[in-house]
């Protein structure tokens, strides 16, 4: 069960596609950190049990090799026996050479118990060897995908910041084209005309009334000068005479006013 669930873990990260789940994360960066967690905390428990599994291999051909050596020892103590058993029977001793023949069955019966026990792991440990390759492999795909991560965390919290450093200098054209200066300036030019306008109309205003009284004077001036040179025909003077007598009053006229 347990190394079933390993193959599950491994298989299940190892193939994840990394795009299709950015896609449907809110926040990618959020995202590939916790995976990234997930990841590493995945990969340290799959490390812990693989090498679990290789350790229990390992026993298990230590004890293949082991009877491999014992079959191998009682096949040379059976050999030994019997090689034994035929030198007593040379020298006329049948009863030591029954001895040996009968110790060099028993090397006989553990070889070939030692060699049972070599047959008999050999499948098992021809599939676990099997397994932890398996494992191995998944491992080194889970690794090699939390690299794809740690890749593609880095480049999206750059691209990240390169974006919030846009949006800050936006923000700031934004602020500057809010409060242009210019237009404050083109306000108060606007009001500058305005007032330069008005003095400019005062002054119009002011040089045409003083003209029309200057106007008023000579109109009032030649009235004078009609009265004058009336009043002199009345007399019986020449009128021509009477220009300066009519300057003179005219003159005191200005004064007065």
């Known amino acids: 069960m347990q190394k079933q669930s390993i193959f599950g873990r ?16 809110e926040d990618p960066e959020k995202m590939l ?16 049990a693989i090498a679990q599994t290789i350790g229990n291999l390992r026993l298990m051909q230590q004890d293949r090799d082991e009877d491999t050596r014992n079959a191998a020892d009682w096949g040379n103590k059976a050999l030994a026996a019997s090689s034994r058993a035929d030198q007593e029977r040379t020298n006329g001793d049948d009863a030591r050479a029954a001895k040996y023949d009968s110790l060099a069955k028993v090397a006989i019966q553990r070889q070939m118990q030692a060699e049972s026990e070599v047959r008999s792991s050999a499948p098992t440990i021809a599939s676990q060897e099997q397994v932890v390759e398996k494992l191995k492999s998944g491992l080194e795909q889970m690794k090699n995908k939390r690299q794809q991560l740690i890749a593609k965390r880095d480049e999206l919290v750059a691209r990240a910041k390169a974006a919030e450093a846009q949006n800050q200098v936006h923000d700031a054209i934004k602020s500057i084209d809010i409060m242009d200066p210019s237009s404050e300036v083109s306000r108060f030019e606007e009001k500058i005309r305005r007032e330069e306008a008005r003095v400019l109309g005062a002054s119009e205003l002011a040089a045409s009334s003083l003209d029309s009284q200057f106007e008023e004077l000579e109109d009032l001036g030649e009235e004078l000068e009609v009265e004058a040179r009336l009043a002199a025909l009345k007399q019986g003077k020449n ?5 300066e007598g009519a300057a003179e009053i005219e003159g005191s006229i200005y004064h007065g006013a």
Do not use: F, H, V
């Open 10 to 25: 491994i298989a299940q990260l190892a193939k994840a596609n990394i795009n299709s789940i950015l896609d449907q994360a």
């Open 33 to 48: 950190d916790q995976m990234l967690r997930d990841y590493t905390n995945n990969i340290a428990e799959a490390e812990s």
């Open 239 to 243: 009128p021509g005479a009477l220009g």
